[in-house]
């Protein structure tokens, strides 16, 4: 229903088929996180890669910076309705990761988790074949601590509470498995062309 | 909870059967929903505005009235001078029309019930909202629970819910609330001038009758950022400290 008096912040220029429908472009780089922002010092980084409960691999931050870059730009979009196009992120495709663990596909669905007890769940086909990286830097510069630094997953092609902040381990799981703001209401995958934001959407 | 979640996939229209001017750049907007829904102390909805051309806006907004049987519930809302969907409301939503929006939303940010532990409240600006949405709903209630309630503000004629909360102060039991004035000298004994630090954090905790068992901090991402560290410097765990940042 069309809300009367409402036209609304329309200049034309905009890329409409760069933007999901609900969503509007932000020049600036919003923060959201749930609690406190995490302090992790490089020597106390690790990155772990689990198999159910069975760690198949840990990475120093050395280890870890001594794998293949990647690079690439793209549109973000976060579910509370801001959208930020062409940003430039560098850090290790999950490809690259699961090659330096000699895995495959053990399982199609992945948890991502983080330093400070987040998690999201992510299908391997969404974050495998360069669909996603561990990202360490952002617009050419060390990922900013604010912005889920020393390491963030990034998963850009779904709503980005899925690019989960100071990221330290991936885990196959046998099933699907809902992570932090999964478990609260939000949807199982998140993709914002589908305007996937909550749990029935 | 699987009710709750299936109630939030339903977009419902809302009349506005109520403005009030809060501050100079926040009224309060009275929805009565067509379809009631019982939220959580600090729960959001999703707004949307649609334009003749179908373009549609979202924004989120905290419910800002305590959970009751109520149709009715209580958004406050900031002009913000570059904003879309903000001045939208200010300068032309009239009593009467009628928004969509979708909730209640969010399954982090809530009052933590049953509680017996004391609860530290940290919120600037237009970030009290959820914040009184707590206090409303302890004082309807009737729990126990002691609150302190920190609220940082650049002036005394912006302090949202001022009146109401400077009467809670007196007539609430176990509730302690201090203004932090960012430009302008504080001028009752209990308040603080200039922006929150850690110390001003410190002594607002102090107030409570035991340390806090949680925390809640909502505003700009450098404020709570600010806030947070210093309820982690009380020796509370992470976990315990729930954040909301605005976003745009």
């Not at chain 1, 760690?55 to 930020?84: G, Q, Y």
């Amino acid at each position: 229903m069309v809300t009367r008096g409402f036209t609304g912040r329309q200049s034309g220029s905009e890329p409409s088929d760069r933007v999901p429908p609900g969503q509007h472009l932000v020049d600036n780089f919003p923060v959201l996180t749930a609690g406190p922002t995490p302090r992790i010092e490089p020597a106390d980084w690790t990155f772990t890669l689990k198999v159910g409960p069975r760690p198949v691999k840990v990475w120093s931050w050395s280890e870890f910076n001594a794998l293949p870059r990647t690079r690439m730009t793209r549109d973000i979009h976060c579910v509370t309705s801001w959208s930020k196009l062409s940003t430039a992120w560098e850090g290790v495709a999950v490809d690259d990761i699961l090659a330096d663990a000699g895995l495959s596909a053990p399982t199609p669905f992945v948890l991502a988790h983080c330093f400070d007890g987040y998690s999201t769940n992510v299908p391997l086909a969404d974050l495998a074949t360069g669909k996603a990286m561990v990202a360490l830097k952002y617009e050419g510069q060390p990922l900013p601590r604010e912005h889920g630094g020393p390491a963030r997953l990034l998963v850009p092609h779904l709503y980005f509470w899925k690019s989960a902040k100071w990221v330290n381990g991936l885990q196959f799981t046998e099933r699907d498995e809902a992570g932090f703001w999964e478990l609260r209401g939000y949807h199982m995958y998140g993709d914002p062309w589908n305007e996937q934001r909550y749990t029935n959407d | 909870m699987t009710e709750a979640i299936a109630a939030t996939a339903r977009w419902q229209s809302c009349a506005i059967v109520e403005i009030a001017t809060r501050t100079p750049a926040i009224k309060s907007f009275f929805l009565r929903l067509s379809e009631t829904f019982d939220h959580k102390a600090g729960q959001h909805v999703d707004v949307r505005l649609i334009a003749p051309n179908g373009y549609t806006a979202m924004r989120s907004y905290s419910i800002a009235s305590a959970p009751s049987d109520s149709r009715v519930i209580e958004l406050a809302i900031e002009r913000l001078p570059d904003g879309e969907v903000s001045p939208f409301f200010h300068d032309v939503a009239q009593v009467g029309d009628t928004i969509e929006l979708r909730g209640p939303l969010g399954g982090h940010f809530l009052w933590p019930r049953p509680s017996s532990k004391p609860v530290l409240l940290i919120g600037a600006g237009s970030g009290v909202a959820p914040l009184m949405a707590m206090i409303r709903y302890r004082k309807a209630s009737a729990e126990v629970v002691p609150v302190a309630l920190l609220l940082s503000s650049r002036t005394w004629c912006e302090v949202l819910f001022r009146d109401e909360l400077l009467e809670l102060e007196t007539s609430l039991p176990d509730f302690a609330f201090a203004l932090a004035l960012t430009r302008e000298p504080a001028t009752r004994r209990t308040d603080f001038s200039g922006r929150i630090d850690a110390r001003v954090v410190a002594d607002v905790a102090a107030r409570l009758p035991a340390s806090p068992g949680c925390a809640f901090v909502c505003g700009s991402n450098a404020f709570v950022d600010i806030a947070a560290d210093a309820v982690l410097a009380l020796g509370l765990e992470a976990g315990t400290i729930k954040t909301e940042r605005y976003g745009a």
